[in-house]
């Protein structure tokens, strides 16, 4: 007798269900969406914010320590600091490998400019008109790995941002150098225009006017302005070549000043703090727990294992930047959520109540045959949970679907689907449907059958 009570219910009423039915499945259907968009957001807004710069530092270990005692860096008096060229491919060996998106090393060195002209003409021979900051670097580097893997790294697709006009240069092309605009400006260098640069050694300041009495020259070479980058920072004070290219010039092989890297981190929290400060302070478990997870300083870490005298730091403006941009999506996402779930559960309770005034000469005669409240009660909870069930299982497929399109729209990369969101979205179904419907149970508890018989 019940459940034909409610079927016949569910058809008398098939309108009111399929409003109900449609409520609940928006609202699945954004938290479905929402939640699988969450849960894997991480790499995706990660991935996104690597197109705008690295987020670890890595550097030889005695520039290292004096940058932290003195303040001194890369390129400020500090002599044979450097890392070996032949050792970055073991950086896509570590634990994290597939972790590091990009990653490219720097020569840093002082460089006399002698001459500069048209192309069409070498550039005459004068004296020393400004010394400059010349950088040797992978723009976009065919790099075989140990793994025999092999990966196309550099810093073109690390500052993919940069404003350039002309073009960007090839690692083969050693006569080739890009420089920023505020150098171009300096100098009065054009796109097209050849270069006579001589190396300096002596220290390797980066002071635009040293004292010519304390600097020799090593090698020379002519070069062709290819691009004019804006960056807006230091670089665009710099001089930027191939490594190889700079290497000779410098007469420094196989060597570089520095290596920027690219990872996707995890943001941190109290245990990747504690590690930062002293790894072996933490227990075995910790340890194990830290080094699996993809924490910037256990990346910086394992770095440091695989490439030798090497020192790894965060950039910590960048890499705290990423975690609470992560932290504010996931909330905004979360938000959303509760929100499309509320409103559902006000239409709901708007519905439902709406139905039960409706069928009030229908509840009273049943209490007045002798029903008691709480099977009146049930039945209404039966026919709206049952409708929640069908609306709840539209509006998850539906939103599967919004999950895609979110992440083509906005990543343009599909969304892996979460099997932990099916529970999640049933629950919170259950939860919404049975608030909705607290409204019109009260409503039909405070029905009295004499009243509603006699139409008052």
Same mark, same amino acid.
């Given at each position: 007798m019940f459940?034909?009570?409610v079927?016949g219910a569910?058809f ?8 109900v039915?449609?409520?609940i ?8 969406a ?5 849960f894997d957001v991480?790499?995706k807004?990660?991935?996104?914010l690597k ?14 320590l004096l940058d932290?005692?003195?303040?001194v860096n890369?390129?400020?008096g500090?002599q044979?600091?450097?890392?070996? !060229? =032949?050792?970055?491919?073991?950086i896509?060996?570590i634990?994290w490998a597939?972790?590091i998106?990009?990653f490219?090393?720097y020569l840093?060195?002082?460089?006399g400019l002698?001459?500069?002209g048209?192309a069409?003409?070498a550039?005459a021979?004068?004296e020393?008109a400004?010394?400059i900051?010349l950088v040797?670097?992978?723009f976009?580097r065919?790099?075989?790995?140990p793994t025999?893997?092999?990966l196309n790294?550099?810093?073109?697709p690390l500052?993919?941002?940069w ?7 090839d690692d083969?092309d050693?006569?080739?150098v890009?420089?920023?605009r505020?150098?171009a400006?300096r100098y ?7 270069l006579?640069?001589r190396?300096?050694?002596g220290n390797?300041s980066f002071r635009?006017?040293?004292?010519p009495g ?5 090698g !020379? ?5 290819k691009g004019?980058?804006?960056a807006?920072g230091?670089?665009?004070?710099y ?6 290219a700079?290497q ?8 570089v ?5 690219s990872a996707l981190?995890?943001?941190d929290?109290?245990?990747s ?6 790894p072996?302070s933490?227990s075995?478990k910790?340890?194990?727990t830290?080094y699996?997870t ?5 990346i910086?870490y394992?770095?440091d294992e695989v ?8 950039i910590r ?9 992560l932290e504010?999506?996931q ?5 959303i959520t509760?929100?499309?779930? =509320? ?5 709901i309770s ?5 139905d039960?005034?409706?069928?009030s ?5 049943l209490?007045?045959?002798?029903a ?12 709206v ?9 539209a509006g998850?497929?539906a ?9 083509e729209t906005?990543?343009?990369?599909a969304i892996t689907i979460?099997p932990?969101v ?7 179904v259950?939860?919404?449907?049975m608030a909705?419907?607290?409204p019109?149970i009260r409503?039909l ?9 006699h139409?008052?």
């Amino acid at each position: 007798m019940f459940w034909r009570m409610v079927r016949g219910a569910l058809f008398r009423q098939r309108g009111k269900m399929l409003m109900v039915a449609f409520t609940i499945a928006l609202g699945s259907s954004l938290a479905t969406a929402m939640l699988n968009v969450m849960f894997d957001v991480g790499d995706k807004v990660n991935q996104e914010l690597k197109t705008y710069g690295a987020n670890i530092n890595v550097m030889p270990r005695g520039a290292s320590l004096l940058d932290d005692l003195y303040g001194v860096n890369e390129g400020a008096g500090v002599q044979d600091k450097y890392l070996s !060229e =032949a050792e970055l491919g073991k950086i896509k060996t570590i634990f994290w490998a597939f972790n590091i998106v990009d990653f490219t090393p720097y020569l840093f060195t002082r460089a006399g400019l002698t001459g500069a002209g048209p192309a069409t003409a070498a550039p005459a021979p004068a004296e020393l008109a400004g010394h400059i900051r010349l950088v040797g670097t992978w723009f976009n580097r065919r790099l075989e790995l140990p793994t025999g893997e092999v990966l196309n790294t550099g810093m073109r697709p690390l500052k993919s941002w940069w404003d350039v006009e002309g073009s960007w240069i090839d690692d083969d092309d050693a006569g080739a150098v890009m420089i920023g605009r505020e150098a171009a400006r300096r100098y009065g260098l054009a796109v097209g225009d050849a270069l006579s640069l001589r190396a300096l050694d002596g220290n390797e300041s980066f002071r635009l006017d040293p004292d010519p009495g304390t600097t020799q020259t090593t090698g !020379e070479g002519i070069f062709t302005v290819k691009g004019i980058f804006h960056a807006g920072g230091d670089e665009d004070e710099y001089f930027y070549a191939p490594l190889g290219a700079v290497q000779n010039l410098a007469e420094k092989p196989g060597l570089v000043s520095r290596v920027e890297v690219s990872a996707l981190t995890t943001p941190d929290n109290e245990l990747s703090r504690r590690a930062a400060q002293d790894p072996a302070s933490l227990s075995i478990k910790d340890w194990e727990t830290w080094y699996c997870t993809a924490y910037v300083s256990a990346i910086c870490y394992q770095i440091d294992e695989v490439l030798t005298g090497s020192v790894s730091k965060p950039i910590r403006q960048v890499a705290e930047s990423e975690g609470a941009i992560l932290e504010k999506t996931q909330l905004l996402m979360l938000l959303i959520t509760i929100l499309s779930l =509320a409103g559902s559960a006000l239409g709901i309770s708007n519905l439902v109540t709406a139905d039960v005034m409706e069928r009030s000469a229908e509840i009273g005669l049943l209490k007045a045959v002798g029903a008691w409240d709480g099977p009146v009660s049930r039945l209404i909870l039966t026919e709206v949970l049952i409708t929640g069930i069908a609306g709840g299982a539209a509006g998850y497929f539906a939103g599967l679907g919004f999950a895609q399109i979110i992440g083509e729209t906005v990543f343009s990369s599909a969304i892996t689907i979460k099997p932990v969101v099916i529970p999640l979205v049933a629950a919170l179904v259950f939860l919404v449907t049975m608030a909705g419907s607290l409204p019109s149970i009260r409503l039909l508890l405070s029905l009295r059958p004499a009243e509603v018989l006699h139409g008052r």
